[in-house]
Each structure stands twice: as structure tokens, then as C-alpha cells.
């Protein structure tokens, strides 16, 4: 009898829920989710339920939880779902249990240990082959078996095609690119600029300026992708415009809902603290960089802008006034 292919998923958050349970559709793979709550993982194995993050999903019976790490000794691949900031530390932690040979999956959206993607510091830390897999896809909407399309990238071919044939028979759509890069700074990107989008439409609540601010803001987005080595055409694969429109345009969006709040004049210290901030931190980030390196700031004046804003140099009224103009 052929060995099913160990998959297993760091965290058992949200995502990585959602993820393990449509790939425990599949016959041929042995799904488990990695995780340090010991009540979350008693709750998947006795009741099938991750109280947690879905307590009204009945979770597939094929899917497991464990929070032994020796499971990772047998793997095939691993998908790496917990916070970007724990990353590259909690696998430092793991490495002598991870073999060589176990493809590295990220789905953490942020940047790791000297301001770098994740996926390059995976690469520079672990000996593993390494992909990235991001896209328009919110965890509820996985859970409730929404056909949900996600780009899977890595610069070898040999990565991709060794990672997307789990993905066949699930509600789990891939396309694919070896612009590693690229992925991952647009999956960066997209919070940022959903920030934008949140606060114009608190502030205005007009479809007409909407799309002229989410048109201008895809292309700084594109001006900054390109000065760091990505390629235009990534902005055409799910994890561009679909992730970007995702986020900034859906209100079950954390980083819009923050614009939201911006724009409402409700945004507090108070406030801030009890809202994930992964596109305001990651702003500060680029902005350091981009100081550095040359790129002409106009191609980059609406992330500038939403920084004066969250210093509180500007006003909203300010902001969009100086996006427009």
C-alpha cells in the first residue's frame, strides 16, 4: 500500500484550519495541523471542531491536530500559518525535526528578521526548497468549501509541480509563477494600499473615487513591485489584482476596515492596539527602504501620505485631497 503524503500545517489558526480541512477532502493525503494550543487541538480530535476560530464548522473527520513536533520528521510539505513575526523563529526552534528534503509553504503575509519576505528568509535560515502561496481568499469563506483561487510560486519548477497536485479535487484553485518575489511583496502591498482605499470610502463613500484612488493605487503598487525585482506580470496572477481587490474593497477585510476607521476620525491609540496593523507596520518598512535606495518618491506618494496620516502630521481632509492632486 502506497504511504499517503504527510502534509503537515503549522498553526491551527484560521487559515491553516481552513486549509487543512479542504485538503482532508483528499484520500491520498494525511493532513495535520501543527499547533501549541493543547485546547484547540483536543477540541479538532474529539469533536471536530476548532471552538476557536470556527466553532459552527464541522470540521472534515480526516483532519488531525497534534502538538508534537516530531510529526514534522515525516513530511512531505509544510504550510507555515502563523504570524510572519514568529516565522523564522519558530522554525529555528524546530529545524532538527523539519528533514532537508520538506517543501517549505508560506502563507504569512509580512516581512521576517532583517525587513525581508519571508520566503528569503526561509531560504536563508533553512536548507529546504521554498514557495509561497497567496491570494484572494478570506479562511471563512475556505471553511464553507467557496472555490478559492491562490497563486502558488517558487523559483524552481520542480517546487510547483511537486506542491500543486494536492490542490486537485478541492475547492482549491492554483496559478503559478516563478517570481517568488514578487508574491511576496504584493502580499505585502495589498495591506497597505486597502489601508488607502478604507479611508476614502469612510471619507467619501464614492464609487466614482474609489476606483480612480484603487486605479492610482495598483500602480504605485506596480512602481514598487518592479523596484524590487518583481515582474508586471504577477500583478495579473490571483495574488494581484484579485488580492488586492479582496482586501481593499470588502469590508471582512481587516486592513480596510482600519482605513475605515481612519477615515471616521475614530482611529486611537486604543483603537490601533485591538486592530491587526500588518499593513501600517509593513508601510513603515517600505518607507525606510525606499528612502534608501533612489526610487523617485511620486512613485510612491500615496504610501507616504498614509504614514503622515497615521503620525497624525496630516488629516484625512489633507490626505485624500493630496492623493487626488
Given at each position: ?77 509544510i504550510f507555515i500559518g ?63 468549501n467557496v472555490p478559492t ?177
Amino acid at each position: 500500500m502506497q504511504r499517503k503524503k504527510s502534509i503537515i500545517i503549522i498553526g491551527a489558526g484560521s487559515i491553516g484550519t481552513a486549509l487543512g480541512n479542504a485538503l482532508a477532502t483528499r484520500n491520498d493525503l494525511d493532513i495535520q495541523l501543527l499547533s501549541i494550543e493543547s485546547d484547540v487541538v483536543s477540541g479538532i480530535n474529539s469533536s471536530h471542531f476548532n471552538q476557536k476560530y470556527f466553532p459552527n464548522i464541522r470540521l472534515h473527520p480526516e483532519l488531525k491536530a497534534t502538538s508534537d513536533q516530531s510529526v514534522l520528521r515525516n513530511s512531505d510539505i509544510i504550510f507555515i500559518g502563523i504570524p510572519s513575526s514568529s516565522v523564522v523563529s519558530y522554525l529555528q526552534e524546530i529545524k532538527t525535526e523539519i528533514p532537508e528534503n520538506a517543501i517549505l509553504v508560506n502563507l504569512a503575509k509580512g516581512f521576517g528578521i532583517h525587513k525581508k519576505v519571508i520566503a528569503l528568509c526561509l531560504q536563508d535560515h533553512l536548507p529546504n526548497p521554498t514557495c509561497a502561496l497567496k491570494g484572494p481568499s478570506f479562511a471563512r469563506e475556505i471553511i464553507n468549501n467557496v472555490p478559492t483561487a491562490l497563486t502558488l510560486a517558487s523559483k524552481d519548477p520542480e517546487v510547483i509541480e511537486s506542491v500543486a497536485p494536492i490542490f486537485d479535487g478541492t475547492t482549491i484553485y492554483v496559478d503559478k509563477t516563478n517570481d517568488l518575489i514578487g508574491v511576496e511583496i504584493l502580499s505585502i502591498l495589498k495591506n497597505i494600499y486597502a489601508i488607502i482605499i478604507g479611508i476614502v470610502d469612510a471619507h467619501f463613500h464614492s464609487p466614482n473615487l474609489r476606483f480612480f484612488i484603487f486605479t492610482r493605487a495598483f500602480n504605485e503598487m506596480r512602481n514598487i513591485l518592479l523596484h524590487f525585482g518583481g515582474r508586471e506580470e504577477t500583478m495579473f496572477n490571483y495574488c494581484g489584482i484579485g488580492d488586492f481587490g479582496l482586501t481593499a474593497l470588502n469590508d471582512m477585510s481587516r486592513n480596510h476596515t482600519l482605513g475605515l476607521l481612519i477615515g471616521k476620525g475614530f482611529f486611537t491609540d486604543e483603537i490601533s492596539g485591538k486592530v491587526v496593523l500588518e499593513g501600517r507596520i509593513a508601510a513603515d518598512i517600505f518607507l525606510e527602504k525606499l528612502s534608501m535606495t533612489g526610487l523617485s518618491q511620486e512613485k510612491y506618494l500615496m504610501m507616504r501620505e498614509l504614514q503622515e496620516v497615521m503620525l497624525n502630521k496630516k488629516s484625512v481632509t489633507d490626505f485624500v485631497n493630496s492623493i487626488i492632486a
